[in-house]
């Protein structure tokens, strides 16, 4: 029901705007999360929206270059991803929870997207 789009090949310092669009849900009623997954590594939280809100929460490795953002009007959620390095190539997923936490742990999430490919590469 969550679908993530808008990955892709950029330059390190590069910038993309990832979107994650619901055909039955609505987005405001849940804390959307984003993660990512790496070659060889485990499955890392980044980012999170709360429910109802526009509080907002992000991973060291992240924060002051990524920007999460809801537009309720389009039912969808972005990130806004700035100064993109190369340990940021990784699967990208979008998930949703109906609880009004910003929860790290993957499997708080009920609804996830397929995944987005980011590649950070000169």
């Known amino acids: 029901q969550l679908q993530a789009f808008g990955g892709g090949l950029v330059q390190p310092g590069g910038s993309l705007r990832l979107s994650c669009a619901a055909s039955?849900?609505?987005?405001?009623?849940?804390?959307i999360a984003w993660f990512r997954q790496a070659p060889g590594k485990e499955r890392e939280w980044i980012s999170c929206i709360i429910r109802t809100s526009t509080t907002t929460n992000y991973a060291d490795s992240v924060k002051a270059r990524f920007t999460i953002s809801r537009d309720g009007a389009k039912n969808t959620v972005y990130l806004q991803m700035n100064s993109l390095k190369p340990e940021d190539t990784a699967v990208y997923y979008c998930?949703?929870?109906?609880?009004?936490?910003?929860?790290?742990?993957?499997?708080?999430?009920?609804?996830w997207g397929q995944g987005t490919l980011v590649t950070v590469s000169s």
């Open positions: 998930a949703a929870a109906a609880r009004g936490l910003c929860l790290i742990d993957g499997a708080n999430y009920r609804y």
């Open positions: 039955e849900l609505n987005l405001r009623s849940y804390t």
